[in-house]
T-cell receptor, first 114, second 111 residues
Framework: ETGVTQSPTHLIKTRGQQVTLRCSSQ?????VSWYQQALGQGPQFIFQ???????GRGNFPPRFSGLQFPNYSSELNVNALELDDSALYLC?????????????FGQGTRLTVV | KQEVTQIPAALSVPEGENLVLNCSFT??????LQWFRQDPGKGLTSLLL?????REQTSGRLNASLDKSSGRSTLYIAASQPGDSATYLC??????????FGKGNQVVVIP
């Protein structure tokens, strides 16, 4: 089991609402990345945070935003939820080092938008 | 744009057979390649990490090879067991430490 924890594990929201997902990174890791995994698909990169700054973003609209805190934990916020936002949201923690380090994932948050 | 493909999408094997899972990627400028296991509705468990300078990695019954120049990796699981039933995902690290994933190989090991 990794030291990456995500909360909540499941939640149901209504279209148009806002949601905040949380992630605690593994001890010693300074980088957090967020991924969206739709049913039957591979995870898609949303964005990455390093030293409290966004460090790369995938093809997601601005209503997907995030934060990283001084203890390296992170939040993913999604505004104006749409039905297609229903997915498993995965957080990965790693040590920023020119891409040579292993990424460790949390158990995910299953978001259902109705 | 990096594209990762995993073939076959799904397979079933009898217990005891060796599993061979294939992954291909379009851009060879990768830092490393990771194989993950995912149980239904769960997060990802890292199985093996192969650095771009390496040709293979082994952990117990698992062996992964990497041919960066041809954009291919293969995961071998020896003497499969019912507990190996899961989805196996291949991911490459490129630019800005982001992972590009395939859709996975869904494996069922039949007792």
């Amino acid at each position: 089991e990794t030291g990456v924890t995500q909360s909540p594990t499941h939640l149901i929201k209504t279209r148009g609402q806002q949601v905040t997902l949380r992630c605690s990174s593994q001890s010693g890791h300074n980088t957090v990345s967020w991924y969206q995994q739709a049913l039957g698909q591979g995870p898609q990169f949303i964005f990455q945070y390093y030293r409290e700054e966004e460090n790369g973003r995938g093809n997601f609209p601005p209503r997907f935003s995030g934060l990283q805190f001084p203890n390296y934990s992170s939040e993913l916020n999604v505004n104006a939820l749409e039905l297609d936002d229903s997915a498993l949201y995965l957080c990965a923690s790693s040590l920023h080092s020119l891409g040579h380090t292993e990424a460790f994932f949390g158990q995910g948050t299953r978001l259902t938008v109705v | 744009k990096q594209e990762v493909t995993q073939i076959p999408a799904a397979l079933s094997v009898p217990e005891g057979e060796n599993l061979v899972l294939n992954c291909s990627f379009t851009d060879s400028a990768i830092y490393n390649l990771q194989w993950f296991r995912q149980d239904p509705g769960k997060g990802l468990t890292s199985l093996l990490l192969i650095q771009s300078s390496q040709r293979e990695q082994t952990s117990g019954r698992l062996n992964a090879s990497l041919d960066k120049s041809s954009g291919r990796s293969t995961l071998y699981i020896a003497a499969s067991q019912p507990g190996d039933s899961a989805t196996y995902l291949c991911a490459v690290t490129h630019g800005n430490n982001r992972l590009a994933f395939g859709k996975g190989n869904q494996v069922v090991v039949i007792p």
